[in-house]
T-cell receptor, first 120, second 116 residues
Framework: AQKITQTQPGMFVQEKEAVTLDCTYD???????LFWYKQPSSGEMIFLIY??????QNATEGRYSLNFQKARKSANLVISASQLGDSAMYFC?????????????????FGQGTILTVHP | GAGVSQSPSNKVTEKGKDVELRCDPI?????LYWYRQSLGQGLEFLIY????????KSGLPSDRFSAERTGGSVSTLTIQRTQQEDSAVYLC??????????????FGEGSRLTVL
C-alpha cells in the first residue's frame, strides 16, 4: 500500500519569494515515481514535475524543483520567485508497482493537497 | 479535441436515480483513471484501467459504483441509486507511457455531480 502525506493544509508566501511545500510518502516498493500537480480555482489539474526514485539528480522544471530525500521518504516541491498566478491547490502523488507480484504499474495515489496563497 | 473529454460537465439528479458519466481519453492512451474530488478535498482514487489488464477496482466505495471501458477507449462510470454523499466532481485522466513510472496523467475538466 502507498500513502502520501501533505501536512500543510495552507501556506502563504510573499510575491517573488521562494516557498517549499512538504510531501512525505510511504511505500514498500523499491521503484516508484513521484509527481506534483497544481489545481487552480478553475479546477483543472496541471502537471508540474516528476521524480523517479532512482534518479540521482533532483528534478527541476523552470521555477519548480523537487527536493528529493529518499532516505527520509520526502519529495518537497520548491517554487522559486513566487507569482500571483501560483496561488492554487498543490497535490503530491506517487505510483509504484501494482498488481500481483508487482509486475505492472499501479495507480497514482494523491495526497490531500496544500493550498498556496501568494500575496502581492 | 486533443484532450481528455468528459460529459456531462454538470449533472443534477435526485437521490435514488442512476447516473452515467462518460470519459473519452486522449487517442492512443492505454491507461485510464477515475478519481472523485469533494469540495476542497484531495483526489480519491476510484478505478484504473491499464491496457488489457484487469482493472484495479480497489477504490470503488460501494457496489453502487461500476465502470467499464469499451474497446480500450471510452469509459463510463455508473453510479446506481445515488446518495447525497455521492455529490462531488468526478475526474477522468489518461496516460500514454505504461512502461515507466513517468507516464504523466492528463486530466479532463471533470463532471460535477449534485445529488439532491
Amino acid at each position: 500500500a502507498q500513502k502520501i502525506t501533505q501536512t500543510q493544509p495552507g501556506m502563504f508566501v510573499q510575491e517573488k519569494e521562494a516557498v517549499t511545500l512538504d510531501c512525505t510518502y510511504d511505500t514498500s516498493d523499491q521503484s516508484y515515481g513521484l509527481f506534483w500537480y497544481k489545481q487552480p480555482s478553475s479546477g483543472e489539474m496541471i502537471f508540474l514535475i516528476y521524480q523517479g526514485s532512482y534518479d540521482e539528480q533532483n528534478a527541476t522544471e523552470g521555477r519548480y524543483s523537487l527536493n528529493f530525500q529518499k532516505a527520509r521518504k520526502s519529495a518537497n516541491l520548491v517554487i522559486s520567485a513566487s507569482q500571483l498566478g501560483d496561488s492554487a491547490m498543490y497535490f503530491c502523488a506517487m505510483r509504484g508497482r501494482g498488481g500481483a507480484g508487482g509486475t505492472s504499474y499501479g495507480k497514482l495515489t494523491f495526497g490531500q493537497g496544500t493550498i498556496l496563497t501568494v500575496h502581492p | 479535441g486533443a484532450g481528455v473529454s468528459q460529459s456531462p460537465s454538470n449533472k443534477v439528479t435526485e437521490k435514488g436515480k442512476d447516473v452515467e458519466l462518460r470519459c473519452d481519453p486522449i487517442s492512443g492512451h492505454t491507461a485510464l483513471y477515475w478519481y472523485r474530488q469533494s469540495l476542497g478535498q484531495g483526489l480519491e482514487f476510484l478505478i484504473y484501467f491499464q491496457g488489457n489488464s484487469a482493472p484495479d477496482k480497489s477504490g470503488l466505495p460501494s457496489d453502487r459504483f461500476s465502470a467499464e471501458r469499451t474497446g480500450g477507449s471510452v469509459s463510463t462510470l455508473t453510479i446506481q441509486r445515488t446518495q447525497q454523499e455521492d455529490s462531488a466532481v468526478y475526474l477522468c485522466a489518461s496516460s500514454l507511457n505504461e512502461r515507466e513510472f513517468a507516464g504523466e496523467l492528463f486530466f479532463g475538466e471533470g463532471s460535477r455531480l449534485t445529488v439532491l
